[in-house]
């Protein structure tokens, strides 16, 4: 039974769990189980809550027994990327400074989860504060992609990707400032989408940069991340970002893919040099499928796309430089130093010297020059005005299309080790994604098949005007049924069987 | 001339021979809403460390701000009171430096957009008038409190450890700011007293903030600077802190103008720099060197949505607006016939407010005035608390100045009264007959039960005045309950038909 609970989507398993013909119990074990068969290669996770998360699941079995109505995924296991605060367990955000703090509150999107009876299996690693496109700048060592052991899952939120292909999660959350929910997805052939800004709350997610962060579903069908996304998602009053209007009906339009007569903009600028020749091949394939599903496909163009990343690499660390000052050993977290000799200074210099890594010490660095006296206007002030001529090259073109679309990212996963060194390379991981977040719309990222030169997994990244969130899943969807159709079963199916792992091919 | 601190005056007199004084008043104000500026935390004062705090408050990690609308309407109530525009669109934005008493590291401020600007406000020292021009009014959240423990500076370098509360960090504040102000003269620091009573009678006449100056609900930063005569270049100016109180905005200006003169006239230089002021010495020290400008590194709170106060909003807000303190001052005084110098002395001690209220009670407004400023203000300096705290209301003050007009009691006895009403043994009636204090005879007790009779049974007492004296049996009774049947029913009787004749 185990082999197939594992491979089931969480939709499946909510419906078994509902009928009685599972119970969530053995679920949250059969996930519990394979997590401590593969976890040790896999590393995706960070903390495991094994005591809390049986707990849980025996709760919805006891509800289900007693004739209560469940919630859709009441009963489904999901990781939560270690980003968000979930009070008993070490919140880390992959830091060293954070080691050992355990939240005294949940984030809204934690107790969204468990007002619907989700089943937190525990939290999954990520870059440093989200710093990353590789899961290689946590404290916590890297994640490793399930595809290919030796290959970076994506990051940030590589755990939460990782967990998903290797079969320890059907469903997880992550946060996308940059990309760090599509980037991993596409890298680890899931699903990831990253919803308007102000759809889901930030609030109780760790800072890294406030108009730009985004939790997020990630999942391996389009049907289950839209089941997550309604159940995380709406109004937050906590938030002051959060939109205060119903969300869209995004499991509506998961379930009915049907992309007659949308018009879809393939973006000009996101294409071309740098992109892996498998990258390109598979999403032209995607487009010719969707045109064949009766999608009317025009070339747009964006021009200022091209200034995207420097602008992205000035806001996102000047935010940075503000929000990760609270760090400074005075009231959790790290503390280096403090002998009662040296000042209260000293004490938070050593602390934020010991606790940050070079990433982050390297945003840090550079935001606090970009809002300092004399460069704010050269800086931050320019890259605030370009931001703003990003989404008018978004209006423009969503007057012409429905949506559009790119490469989720550049390149399939790369080696582990091969960018870490080399910021720039690293960076341009986000090339695709880093528009949706500077302009706020919806932004997904789907599987559309394998590159031909190294048979790893290739994303299609689906755009919509803000709080059109549900025109991400219409074509995630209609591209998901295409092609698996034509592999005969997700693409998944085609990864490499991980030592040890519970999953038995059908 | 020297100061404690071995700094060297020069002559009042001298200095305003020799130069003009250029002020300018930085007033932060703390506002009175039940909850924080981010949070639903309570802000009540006095709390046990700590307990009045949460994620938000706390600045922990993933924690949001959600604006307090109150303190967004206190601001525009301020700034209208204070002539000022109001803002169309405005955001907050953070100011970045670090500090064990601010949670987040920054503080959430108002940078080049604020709530408020361009106000003025017209001051009156000694019969002359003096227009104060308002830069500008803005929000932001207070810090926490630091405790130094050890040490002997009782400041954060040598202590052996440091306490953190932060119950007051998110505490809503405006920040009042003026324009350099000039031509004051010799009047400077009475103009910077005026100035800041003006701002404390405003704001608790709009009932913003508790406007208590010893709990630090008004903060004062004086800045100062010296101009030689003749000429019209700005001096360096100084920033003194800590002026806690009117008499310190007075003491502190004058005392700086006396440094700086001292300097500039032996051929130094100031120093730019925030300097402490020393209320019971009544000096400054220099703090912070203001040389070097600190980069607060602004930007936009990217966590905060704009404000974008409706023109309808701040219509209606004005409009509301309570009587402006000159406006009502004027009123009062002419309502109360009190001399300048009455009315001064009542100022003086914020008891404009009590008498006000004593008044209202139907207390004579002289006698209101000589019980605020003499008896009761004596006791509140006694018992160090301010004078609406010293336990007696407007409406007790009001009612013991009616025993003493029925003649029940007489001053002496009435200070007795207050005793036993601060003591909290009930209302000045309840105290006379409680302490048996009465000016004439055992009859007072009586006479205060027949006159309670009469007052609930104005019925009954309207017969027996037009001779229906049976129907006296009914007020007898009563008189005879309320005095426990300790009371003689014949002299009850006699008096009964006495006070009814």
């Known amino acids: 039974m185990a082999s197939g609970i594992l491979q089931s989507s969480a939709a499946d398993l909510a419906s078994l769990i509902a009928s009685g013909d599972l119970s969530s119990v053995e679920v949250t074990q059969a996930h519990l189980d394979q997590i401590a068969a593969v976890d040790g290669d896999v590393h995706a996770f960070l903390a495991v809550d094994t005591d809390r998360a049986l707990a849980a699941a025996a709760r919805v079995d006891a509800k289900r027994a007693s004739g209560e109505t469940l919630s859709p995924l009441a009963g489904v296991p999901i990781a939560v990327k270690d980003l968000f605060c979930y009070e008993g367990l070490p919140t880390t955000a992959g830091s060293h400074i954070l080691e050992g703090w355990v939240p005294p509150y949940n984030s809204t999107v934690v107790n969204r989860l468990l007002a619907n009876d989700l089943v937190i299996l525990g939290k999954t690693n990520l870059d440093e504060f989200a710093m990353g496109s590789s899961t290689e700048t946590s404290y916590w060592g890297p994640t490793h992609n399930p595809w290919d052991l030796t290959r970076i899952p994506g990051g940030s939120g590589g755990g939460s990707s990782a967990s998903l292909a290797a079969f320890e999660a059907p469903l997880a959350v992550g946060t996308d400032t940059g990309g760090s929910i599509r980037q991993p997805a596409s890298v680890t052939g899931t699903v990831g989408v990253k919803p308007t800004y102000g759809g889901t709350s930030r609030y109780g997610v760790i800072a890294m940069a406030s108009s730009l962060d985004q939790p997020g579903p990630c999942a391996r069908s389009v049907l289950d991340a839209a089941l997550l996304h309604q159940v995380m998602g709406g109004y937050d009053p906590m938030d002051s970002t959060s939109i205060h209007a119903p969300l869209p009906d995004v499991v509506g339009a998961a379930r009915s893919g049907d992309v007659a007569g949308m018009r879809i903009g393939v973006v000009k600028e996101l294409g071309g040099e740098g992109y892996a020749p498998g990258v390109e091949q598979r999403f032209g394939e995607a487009v010719e499928l969707l045109t064949s599903l009766g999608a009317e496909v025009v070339e747009v163009s964006c021009p200022h796309f091209v200034h995207a990343l420097a602008t992205y690499y000035l806001i996102m660390p000047a935010e940075v430089s503000s929000n990760l000052a609270r760090y400074d050993a005075m009231r959790y977290g790290l503390r280096v130093g403090d002998d009662g000799e040296r000042s209260t200074e000293e004490v938070m210099n050593l602390t934020r010297g010991a606790g940050f890594g070079e990433e982050v010490k390297r945003r840090i660095i550079l935001g606090t020059y970009a809002l300092s006296s004399g460069y704010y206007d050269a800086y931050y002030g320019s890259a605030q005005k370009v931001r703003t001529l990003i989404s008018r090259d978004f209006q423009a073109a969503f007057e012409q299309c429905d949506v559009l679309v790119s490469p989720s990212t550049p390149t399939t996963a790369f080696r582990l080790g091969e960018r870490v060194d080399d910021p720039l390379a690293m960076y341009k991981a986000d090339l695709c994604t880093i528009p949706s977040n500077l302009a706020g719309n919806a932004s997904g990222s789907f599987p559309c098949g394998l590159a031909p030169e190294d048979g790893l997994p290739v994303g299609f990244q689906v755009m919509a005007p803000p709080m059109a969130d549900d025109r991400v899943y219409r074509v995630g969807a209609a591209l998901e049924r295409a092609l698996e159709s034509r592999w005969g079963g997700p693409m998944l199916a085609q990864a490499p069987r991980l030592a040890n792992s519970l999953v038995v091919s059908a | ?501």
């Open chain 2, 1 to 501: 001339m020297t100061d404690n601190w071995g700094d060297v005056l020069m002559d009042y007199d001298e200095v305003m021979d020799r130069f003009d004084p250029v002020i300018g008043l930085e007033v932060h104000v703390e506002l009175n809403t039940a909850s924080k500026m981010w949070c639903a935390c309570s802000t009540e004062f006095g709390a046990p460390p700590n307990s009045q705090t949460c994620p938000v408050c706390l600045g922990l990690p993933g924690s949001l701000p959600v604006v307090n609308g109150l303190a967004v309407e206190s601001a525009i109530r301020i700034g209208l009171a204070l002539n000022c525009q109001v803002a169309e669109w405005c955001r907050f934005a953070r100011k970045n430096y670090f500090y064990p008493d601010m949670p987040k590291d920054y503080q959430v401020s108002q940078y080049d957009e604020p709530i408020c600007f361009d106000g003025h406000v017209d001051i009156e020292v000694e019969g002359e008038v003096f227009r104060v021009e308002i830069e500008r009014v803005h929000m932001e959240e207070d810090a926490g409190k630091l405790l130094h423990v050890g040490g002997s500076t009782g400041r954060i370098h040598g202590a052996d450890y440091s306490l953190l509360d932060y119950n007051r960090a998110g505490v809503p504040l405006m920040e009042v700011v003026t324009k350099p102000i000039r031509g004051t003269g010799a009047k400077a620091p009475q103009v910077g007293r005026a100035y800041m009573q003006f701002l404390r009678d405003t704001v608790r006449a709009l009932g913003v903030s508790h406007a208590r100056m010893e709990q630090g609900n008004l903060r004062c930063d004086a800045n100062i600077s010296l101009m030689p005569k003749g000429t019209d270049e700005l001096g360096t100016r100084t920033e003194t802190k800590n002026v806690n109180s009117l008499k310190s905005v007075e003491g502190a200006l004058r005392f700086e103008m006396s440094r700086q003169g001292e300097i500039l006239a032996s051929g130094g230089r100031i120093k730019q720099e925030t300097r402490m002021w020393h209320e019971t010495g009544g000096y400054t020290t220099p703090g912070r060197s203001k040389e070097q400008a600190e980069d607060y590194r602004y930007f936009p709170e990217p966590d905060l949505v704009p404000i974008a106060p409706s023109r309808e909003w701040v219509e209606e807000l004005r409009a509301t607006l309570p009587e402006p303190p000159a406006q009502r001052l004027k009123r009062l005084q002419t309502a109360w016939g009190f001399s300048d110098r009455e009315l001064g002395d009542v100022r003086a001690i914020g008891a404009l407010d009590l008498v006000d209220a004593t008044v209202a009670a139907g207390c004579a407004p002289a006698a209101a005035r000589k019980w605020w400023t003499g008896e009761l203000s004596r006791r509140a300096n006694e018992a160090s608390v301010e004078l609406e705290d010293v336990g007696v209301s407007p409406i007790q003050v009001a009612s013991l100045q009616q025993l003493v007009d029925r003649g029940i009691v007489n001053d002496k006895l009435a200070r007795q009264v207050i005793d036993g009403v601060i003591a909290g043994e009930g209302t000045p009636d309840e105290v006379v007959a409680s302490r048996r204090l009465a000016v004439v005879s055992d009859d007072t007790a009586l006479l205060l039960a027949i006159d309670a009779a009469i007052e609930a049974d104005p019925g009954a007492a309207a017969k027996v005045r037009d001779g229906k004296v049976a129907a006296a049996g009914a007020l007898i009774g009563a008189v005879m309950r309320q005095m426990k049947g300790t009371a003689d029913a014949a002299k009850v009787r006699q008096l009964l038909l006495e006070r009814l004749a």
